[in-house]
């Protein structure tokens, strides 16, 4: 009877909880099995994630789970979600999150077929429900030198370092939707955000679907993901700064007229510095942007600004009134150095293919080759089954 008491305390604490979301605090939750429950057995129990783990925390396949506040994995822990499983999470904006802190782990590996999806709860779901899912390692990024850590802008915890091949975990055939909640006029969260994320880290097959803020974005680091798609992000579809060096293959982005850039890419991070004196510089592999069209005014497909470099290779855009729009001297500088360029390039629909606003002269033949040569990523066999369009 006494342990019955506690545990009904317990619940109405939790419930209560709950229904005051409106505070960035971090509510620290019972690690056990089940935290808060409602259905009377083991395959209608509803779990409710939140708080800092410091032991590892593994999702059974049986059970229903709701993210209701920022679910952070500390340190040496590893949250392990199994395929096939849809989490939702409370539609109450940028505090509702997932965070992989330095030195944890996330193994999230659905697959074609069963994709882990993370949604929002509403009945009416919109962009900007929730946060997001935040990895945060220990490679290198610019705004910091050696092993200094930067520190995230969501939840603020440490990243960057000086292992290249840091290991945060998994994510195969992973989808987030609605995600993008903000936090002020300066933060907001990113469908996937890659804070310092090590190559070690293994990931495929993600989608980032109908955000408010970017699909996706990568604070430095040196991570590899093969098979990228981002459908109707309300800002950039795929961002990168401070320095990321990693290889993106397969990409797929969709856009609205309503939408950013489908590339917002940075060279350094220009709130704070470029500490370490190099630039992003990315490989990307098989590039497909879509936008609706010049005639609907679609502005612009690729912003490559603050110096990032970056090699680029079979790329296809359609549907835009500008497809690289390139900023800043050291941009332009990256265009003369051979270190910023396209090889294998097909413009449909395109009115300016290439602005110049870096005051660096060079021509279109600097920059690219091979007009007319680039394919399309085979998206309709890739994406087949696991996204949303």
């Avoid at 939790?14 to 089940?34: G, L, Q």
């Avoid at 021509?363 to 007009?371: I, P, R």
Wanted: hydrophobic share 35%; with cysteine; charged share 15%.
């Amino acid at each position: 009877m006494k342990k019955q008491l506690i545990l009904s305390l317990a619940l109405v604490s939790m419930i209560f909880s709950c229904s005051t979301d409106d505070t960035a605090d971090i509510i620290i939750n019972d690690n056990s099995v089940i935290n808060n429950s409602s259905g009377g057995g083991s395959n209608s129990d509803t779990i409710f994630l939140s708080g800092t783990y410091t032991e590892d925390l593994t999702l059974d396949a049986n059970n229903t789970y709701k993210l209701n506040g920022s679910l952070i994995m500390a340190s040496g822990t590893t949250l392990t979600i199994p395929a096939c499983m849809t989490i939702q999470a409370l539609s109450s904006g940028a505090n509702v999150y997932i965070a992989i802190s330095q030195g944890a782990k996330i193994i999230a590996n659905g697959t074609a077929d069963c994709p882990i999806v993370f949604t929002s709860d509403a009945s009416n779901p919109q962009a900007g429900d929730w946060g997001g899912i935040i990895l945060l390692g220990k490679a290198p990024v610019n705004s910091v030198t050696g092993t200094n850590t930067a520190t995230s802008e969501i939840a603020s915890l440490p990243y960057g370092g000086n292992i290249a091949d840091d290991n945060s975990g998994s994510l195969n055939y992973v989808r987030v939707e609605y995600s993008g909640g903000a936090a002020d006029g300066q933060s907001e969260n990113n469908g996937f955000s890659f804070y310092g994320v090590g190559n070690g880290t293994d990931v495929n097959y993600i989608q980032a679907y109908a955000g408010k803020d970017d699909g996706i974005e990568f604070f430095g680091g040196t991570v590899n993901v093969n098979y990228i798609s981002v459908i109707n992000a309300e800002d950039d579809s795929v961002d990168w700064t401070e320095g990321f060096s990693g290889t993106l293959n397969h990409v797929y982005i969709s856009n609205r007229v309503s939408d950013d850039k489908a590339i917002e890419a940075d060279g350094y991070n220009t709130d704070f510095s470029n500490a370490s004196g190099v630039f992003s510089k990315p490989t990307v592999n098989n590039l497909t942007i879509v936008g609706e069209g010049t005639a609907a005014g679609h502005a612009e497909a690729i912003r490559l600004r603050a110096g990032t470099q970056g090699i680029f290779t079979n790329v296809h855009i359609t549907g835009y009134l500008e497809a690289f729009d390139l900023d800043d001297v050291d941009t332009g500088n990256g265009v003369i150095s051979n270190d910023l360029q396209v090889t294998g390039v097909t413009f449909v629909d395109i009115t300016t293919k290439v602005k110049n606003d870096t005051t660096v002269s060079f021509t279109d033949a600097d920059f690219y080759t091979g007009e007319g040569n680039a394919t399309t990523t085979d998206y309709t066999t890739w994406g087949t089954g696991w996204t949303v369009n």
